[in-house]
């Protein structure tokens, strides 16, 4: 147990039209809190100047309550050092009533049992645990290679920010997010991803699943239908389930979401959510002819469509795909990004690109969900884009992560070639390699986590049963000896 | 326009099996990205060899192509700085149809009107604008005093845990939040606030609003009746509406909510919200008789209690009141506070103290909404508890509010005697003053917003329209001389 801060006491309760003198009131609640453990040995206990202070009282009744402690044995002083509880508590000290009470509180809960929630609150508790997200292992999901973050820079950046604590870092801020980061993103992504809006249509959020919360909370009604990817983003599902959706899977094959197949079973979808550069988890892109398709399918029913563009900074051939946001010209798509890839993960600094009629709902929706984000971060990574570190830092991972998924890949034919089939596009931090027909790949990931290894099962990102299991394997965060070592355990747990 | 940061550039989409030899593809890209207004004057290109490498082709092609676009005047080489974008673009460049497409969006947006929102998306376009909190003046809710925050030693500690960026505090964390933090959090609750819990029931948030919409989402269901104070926290509203919670206003008195009203109205609740501590707005402190009856009502019939411990660290009297949460033994109170008030609002940090059997819930919830709290700012702020700086600023800080509070009460009864009637305890950051009956506040807040005056109109916490408007005054971050000034504007908006 770690000492309680010097300063911190228990609220004190006197009662000035009691009987009881003021100093005796004091002296019974101070031996009551250490007898009752809520003052511990050893703690510090305020001067009786700033005790009388607090307590709006005259200095005479603490100093005469302090005295009777002192000489019963509950305090004692140190020069230099102020008044303490005694290190050797007297012997009448019970057990901790709030021990018991703590007891007590769980037998109730016990005794209880699961009391009512909401059918989504009900619904979470049923969610199966991911062990896989547990370790940090070789292959966990979504890490970018951390020790090759330029630490000091950034570090410096945040320092700059955070040693000028004006008013505008400190105190509240627009719900849409931090006007000059906003203008950043707007150009980046105007730049670079080929989407077209104004800096009015960047909404900040704490990361891309904050972005898809708002979205489903905006755009869906309990029992909307919306289309999803199938396999696809666990994620996704999750924020619109929270928002009471009903999910329709839409199958995926190697020019990304089969439109057909979409159009058909999706005729009443008030939504599509769509990985179209990097589906997420198989790899594949979406062939333009698809993406023409889809919005025109769009603009004809009037479903919206959440592009996720959570990954598309790092494609390692030679023809980088534009967004699909760029392409529409009916103001259907809401397009959503993170940094958490291309920066880190605990930055929690996402955004969402939002069509011009629905920027109020959104700012609405986001000012309900959690205000704003903090501003620190916010302003360092203004900062780290304009000053070009941002592009620089990009173009060396996508060096790193193309070097790194190639021995991934290599890793795999040479020592795992007839058990594991990589597919998809060369892009991203993560691949899916195909386990042999009948296996059951949450088993392999369970075995594999007790080796140290976070391999995420494929059949997680499916709604109803895949035809064939697999393992997505991130790299972003694992150097080629983990790379190396890591298969050789993930090849023991599939023979295992 | 700022200058789009050296290293960026649209994406390149060459076609190796094209019949159009790749210099060409390149020259008619850059040609074309030029004229578009994608490339700008003076932006500077990359190396021919660093495209090359990016692009995965020979250098040669690149080279054909830059030596084309320098010879046609697209391109300009200048010693030391490398390739740029020429300065003076060719006459022949249009008007970016960038421009065009966004006008032809605007149009479309426009043409289309408003289009398909949830009914919560719907309901959120159609909240007032609330113009009092578009200033930050004189009695702006909910600011601390940021002139009196000890900066140097918290960016210190920022600085400390920044430098050192550990794998920990750049990835994935516990969506229940930082450890070491959640120790903190529940020592301090237990000591300073009578909260009984376990580390393992705090959940740290972005905030309190993020700890009402989490609990809303697990506990609410669409149309479940919930009871909130009248006149109320609007937060907390908003929350339980994005849950799609019907709400029931019940009346708050000297004692705080009327707990007989909400048995009476409140017969099927499913939640009731409440600040017992510092009633939200009109500062009321619940009895201890009444905190016993609400106790026991929600044992009885089942309901969940919301506590709203939002500023309950600054009472300037002589009793603190403990918590509900600690009174609470049937595990029905769901513990929210916040680090906005004693440290400032853009850190982002609040917590919810979770009943036992409700962790799990309220864990998938977070982790669906946006996962964790960014780990830096909890790792600093747990120094700051930890090293006793927190307990230090939160009683100089009474202090100082303290003072502001009584210069405020005095300004306003020397100044408005007959116009304003201060209500509440001696508590907080704010008070809660009484305009004269059939005075429109919002009227007055409106043209003291004209003043540089960030006065909240009482009305706007009222569910049904209130027998007596008022103002909400902040104090925390209004110092005396901005509290003398801003009485007599205000003086002023009320007469007008």
């Known amino acids: 147990m770690q000492r309680v801060p010097a300063t911190f006491l228990p609220p004190i309760a006197l009662d000035s039209r009691s009987k009881t003198p003021m100093y005796r009131q004091l002296y019974d609640w101070f031996r009551q809190a250490i007898i009752d453990g809520q003052m511990r040995p050893g703690q510090r206990v305020p001067s009786t100047r700033?005790?009388?202070?607090?307590?709006?009282?005259?200095?005479?009744?603490?100093?005469?309550?302090?005295?009777?402690?002192?000489?019963?044995?509950?305090?004692?002083?140190?020069?230099?050092?102020?008044?303490?509880?005694?290190?050797?508590?007297?012997?009448?000290?019970?057990?901790?009533?709030?021990?018991?009470?703590?007891k007590g509180l769980q037998e109730i809960v016990e005794k209880l049992g699961p009391r009512l929630l909401s059918r989504r609150g009900a619904a979470l508790t049923h969610l199966p645990a991911q062990s896989w997200l547990?370790?940090?292992?070789?292959?966990?999901?979504?890490?970018?290679?951390?020790?090759?973050?330029?630490?000091?820079?950034w570090s410096k950046l945040v320092a700059r920010h955070c040693r000028r604590p004006a008013r505008g870092i400190m105190a509240y801020s627009d719900a849409m997010g931090y006007l000059p980061f906003r203008e950043a993103i707007a150009?980046?992504?105007?730049?670079?991803?080929?989407?077209?809006?104004?800096?009015?249509?960047?909404?900040?959020?704490?990361?891309?699943?904050?972005?898809?919360?708002?979205?489903a909370q905006v755009l869906l009604d309990a029992q909307d239908r919306v289309c999803v990817e199938e396999p696809g983003y666990p994620g996704a599902r999750q924020a619109f389930m929270m928002a009471g959706a009903h999910l329709i899977p839409v199958a995926v094959d190697q020019e990304g979401m089969k439109v057909a197949e979409l159009m058909h079973r999706g005729r009443d979808a008030r939504a599509v959510y769509i990985t179209p550069s990097h589906q997420y988890p198989t790899g594949m892109t979406m062939s333009a002819t698809r993406r023409m398709l889809l919005l025109n399918w769009a603009a004809r029913t009037g479903a919206w469509i959440i592009e996720d563009d959570y990954d598309s900074e790092y494609r390692f051939g030679s023809r980088p795909i534009a967004s699909l946001q760029g392409l529409d010209t009916d103001a259907r798509v809401i397009y959503v990004g993170t940094f958490s890839k291309v920066m880190f993960p605990a930055l929690r600094l996402g955004y969402v690109v939002v069509p011009k009629d629905l920027v109020r709902a959104f700012s609405a929706a986001r000012d309900a969900a959690d205000v704003f984000s903090s501003t620190l971060y916010q302003a360092a990574l203004t900062d780290f884009i304009r000053e070009g570190h941002f592009a620089r830092h990009i173009r060396?991972?996508?060096?790193?992560?193309?070097?790194?998924?190639?021995?991934?890949?290599k890793a795999i034919r040479t020592q795992?070639?007839?058990?594991l089939e990589v597919i998809g596009a060369e892009a991203g931090m993560h691949l899916v390699a195909l386990l042999p027909s009948g296996t059951d790949d949450v088993a392999v990931s369970r075995r594999a986590a007790q080796r140290g290894i976070s391999a995420m099962p494929l059949s997680v990102c499916y709604l109803k049963p895949p035809a064939r299991g697999g393992l997505i394997l991130g790299y972003?965060?694992?150097?080629?000896?983990?790379?190396?070592?890591?298969?050789?355990?993930?090849?023991?747990?599939?023979?295992?």
Chains 1, 2 share one sequence.
């Open 416 to 419: 795992m070639g007839d058990l």
């Open 134 to 153: 547990d370790n940090l292992g070789a292959f966990r999901m979504s890490l970018p290679a951390f020790d090759h973050f330029p630490s000091g820079v």
């Open 476 to 496: 972003g965060g694992t150097n080629p000896h983990q790379i190396h070592d890591g298969i050789r355990k993930l090849r023991m747990s599939v023979q295992q």
């Open 396 to 409: 060396r991972m996508r060096m790193l992560y193309m070097e790194r998924r190639k021995a991934l890949v």
């Open 187 to 215: 150009e980046y992504l105007g730049t670079v991803r080929g989407v077209r809006c104004e800096v009015s249509q960047i909404l900040v959020t704490t990361g891309s699943q904050q972005a898809l919360q708002i979205s």
């Open 50 to 102: 700033s005790l009388a202070l607090e307590l709006s009282i005259s200095r005479i009744p603490v100093l005469g309550a302090y005295e009777q402690l002192h000489a019963e044995g509950y305090f004692e002083a140190f020069v230099g050092a102020g008044t303490c509880v005694a290190g050797s508590i007297p012997d009448d000290t019970q057990s901790p009533p709030a021990m018991k009470a703590r």
